[in-house]
């Protein structure tokens, strides 16, 4: 069993940055892959970045490459999303998820992910 409360979220205006934070519990989250995704009103619930449990490798959707950076830190057992370069379309509820099955590559699919934390809400303005 993995809990999952995500932090750092908030109103920022275009161009600012945003550290958003992930603390999980659970002795064997070392051993998951770990993603981030974020759900904008009306829309679905998109993939925005995930990074294999080894930390070795991570994948990122085309419209945050080159802005987002997903790390994580396994001594305090927690995920982090660095964004810059904010951007209104940016504003959605951030959530963070857990793939506890065996992966080959960087799951991009929610429904792979079967924990998941309570979201964090980000506003751009613009």
């Known amino acids: 069993q993995v809990q999952l409360v995500e932090s750092g979220g908030g109103l920022v205006q275009a161009g600012d940055s945003l550290t958003l934070s992930c603390a999980a519990s659970g002795r064997t989250f070392s051993t998951y892959d770990c993603g981030w995704f974020r759900q904008a009103p009306g829309k679905e619930r998109e993939f925005v970045a995930g990074?294999?449990?080894?930390?070795?490798?991570?994948k990122y959707a085309d419209n945050v490459k080159g802005r987002f950076t997903i790390s994580r830190d396994y001594a305090k057992n927690t995920v982090y999303l660095q964004m810059n370069s904010l951007k209104p379309e940016d504003t959605a509820v951030y959530y963070c998820?857990?793939?506890?099955?065996?992966?080959?590559?960087?799951?991009?699919?929610?429904?792979?992910?079967?924990?998941w934390g309570q979201g964090t809400q980000v506003t751009v303005s613009s």
């Open positions: 998820a857990v793939d506890s099955h065996f992966e080959i590559v960087v799951p991009t699919t929610k429904s792979l992910y079967d924990y």
């Open positions: 990074i294999r449990w080894s930390g070795g490798n991570t």
